[in-house]
């Protein structure tokens, strides 16, 4: 959208009164806040022309038999949601605990309303795209909301999938994970498209909100068409004691820009931020990240990993940034770049602004090319060269997705990652 | 160190530490004979190109850079605000006796003698220099290179000299490596500079001993803008060295330098950096190399002083199998802000670069890193490496670094690495064990942290160094 969509989007009625005044608010800001310019520190490097979404519209309602029957994920999810163009279509929760709440947020606005009222939106957007933050919140209409309560663990994986349908199309998915006390809980969010060929927009925003002593693991796994733009907006709040992972894998879409906040709230919180990307053509993946110590004794790590492929380009610009008297924190922050063409482009940003003194802070990022030796040892044991060097990149991204520690969440991911890689090894 | 401290040391240990701190805060009435005045127009710049004798091409040149000037923004959008308290209206952008510089010391006038005997320059150039170059605010006081270097054609003189005498070597790098428009202070440098050294290396002549020049801002309110010119012809090896030093007044004083560096094919500069202004002084200097086929350019940069720093000393590798080297450190210390890092920029196939850099942020100081990598596409075989370390050593210490790396293309390899800590309270505690009160435990913790860096200095200045890190720890503690 250039900068501006029109008309302003209508709440629907069923929504409560205080969300139809957000979301009044909201589109007034969108439309106050200035579209990001060359030479604004937080799209150093960005391209911005892709930020003209002149043309998109709203996506409608569309036939999702097909869809529904393509969205296969794990054996054995503790629920599993589709949607396609924001609309729910198919849901089913076989594996959820009493008392978990997985529903659409459409439905959890109505039948929870003072719940998600209560955690909808609450940090400002400060990586870029608080334009976009607005946007989105102004012209969501549905998503998934989880609440998890107090003492209650999801043994399996919550299992999302997002579709998006049609030529010219825009979609707004929202994801809003609250846990309880000593709860526990894994989502995965995937973002496909129905069809090759229909240019689309994904905005997106998700929030993940936990408490005291909680553990919540999110990933997002996006294999949007190479048609197709996606801004993704990432929120997490970590409590005290509390642990947070954030695992973002990109194969798909043509551009996409992840802005990831992490907020360690309270002493003993340990947030986990991680990144596979793999792009080829000439897709380009735009990362900023943002490791906010605003407590005492709590511990980050970033990884991102990119495998740079034909003509792509990836950005990657994170911030460690530690409140004054956050002390005995404990940061890292690693961006890895392996370079597998000529004509690839990586940007690395790490960052650290620190505002404490007994700290212990590091970041380190690396750009290079699969060295001759690692490939003249895969050789002398029969591999081809083309075989080795992608086994030396599915094998760069696998220490990333280990990380989650659930074989079935981690065979899931492996697989878009396996996906892609089949698709480069095709068109070789 | 408290004088309880020193007490308990031995003579030599205590001589070691116990420097005079005035030492750099002193001076002289001012009696100038030409005064461009308070602010910046057009007819300052004509006044200084009237006093200097400019010839056309740079009076056209400086109006050109003024223009640049007024017409860019502050960088305020990723720098300090700091930088809007710079009122460019109340400044003085030339001063000067009208002198020539003195060949001999004993020519130059009493009060400037006594400036640099205080800080030790004449002595050092017996000691150990080739050649010394002393500027009193905007003009050179004194300039001598010893004289069979002369005889090897080795040029040392100041700008204006350079640009007057030896126009046909000074013209053809002069503004190439630094555009006018480079940034908002490297305009305002081109506008109004004065001073500085124009410094050229004959091919195949490896000097020595090294050539020093020492800044002083004696006057209030003034800003100081040396130009600095170094072309190292091919084969040539050189190593530079600056020293800075103003009086602490109550009104801030500004420097802003440009230094562009020419290491022609297999050429070496070193250019070695000893900034210590006082705590009033804005620090904004524009510092950029170029090294052709298998150059190298060494930047060794310690920034302790000023009330601002933003130096970020840059090589372009423009020639195959050229270096370029970055060694810094910076103490901040309160009040200050060390804004500094480096700018790798490879334009040529098997280049290397390496930046270290340490800072230590001391009180409520702060520092900062900020650093490029920028490898183009159709290059092969460049390598970067660069590592930054700072150490915070009281609880409202603080740091950032931001480097941006950008590579293209798979026939190369970067890798940074950042890391923040503070003095573990168990090596205080191990020193302290050993009979070392809190203030000298942690001055050895300081010392030790930055050791491997000031060993690239030259032995007179990694002396100088440590004292002065010393005396900057002194009441840090606790």
Redesign the interface.
Known sequence: MSTTLAPAPQTSASFPAWFADRQKAAWERYLATRAPKR???PW??ANLKQLDFTGFERAGKVESAELVAKSTGLEAPAAKLVFVNDELVSSESPGLPEGVVCLPLAQALVSHGDLVQEHFMKQETRLGSAKFAALHEASLTNGLFVHVPDNVEVAGTIEVHHWISGKNVVVYPHTLIVTGKHAKVRVVDMFRSADDAEPGVVIAFNDLRTSAGSKLDYVALQALNEQTRMIQINETGTAKDASTIGLIVNTGASWVRNESLSRLEGPGARSEMLSVSIPSHEQEYDQRTFQHHASDHAYSDLLYKNSLYDRTRTVFSGLIFVD?GA?YTDAYQTCR?L???????????????????????????????ISDEEIFYLRARGIDPVNARQLIARGFSVEVVERLKDDATEELVLRFIDDKFAKIAAAV | MSQEDLAVLDSETRDAIDIDRTKGDFTFPERNKFDAGRGLTEKTVDYICDVKGDPQWLRDFRHRALKVFNDKPMPTNWATKDLENIDFDVIRYYLSDGEKPKRSWDEVPADVLETFERLGIPQQERAFLAGVEAQFDSEAAYSNVKEELTKQGVIFVNSTEGLHKHEEIFRPYFGKVIPTGDNKFSALNSAVFSGGSFIYIPKGVKLKQPLQAYFRINSENFGQFERTLIIADEGAEVMYMEGCTAPKFETSTLHSAVVELVALKGAKIQYVTVQNWSSNVFNLVTKRGLAMEDAEIRWIDCNIGSRLTMKYPGVVMKGKGARGEVISIALANNGQHQDTGAKMIHAADYTTSNVVSKSISVGEGRSTYRGQVHIPKHLKGCKNNTECDALLINTNSRTDTYPAITVKGNKHSTQHEASVSQVSEDMLFYLMQRGLNEGQAMSLAVNGFINDLVREFPMEYSVELKRLIDLEMEGSVG
């Open positions: 030479g604004d520190e150093r490097f004054e002390h770049n370079l597998m063409s000529d004509d690839a482009e990586a940007n690395s940003m790490p960052g650290l602004e620190i505002n404490a003194d007994q700290v212990k802070c590091s970041h380190g990022s690396t750009s290079a090319q």
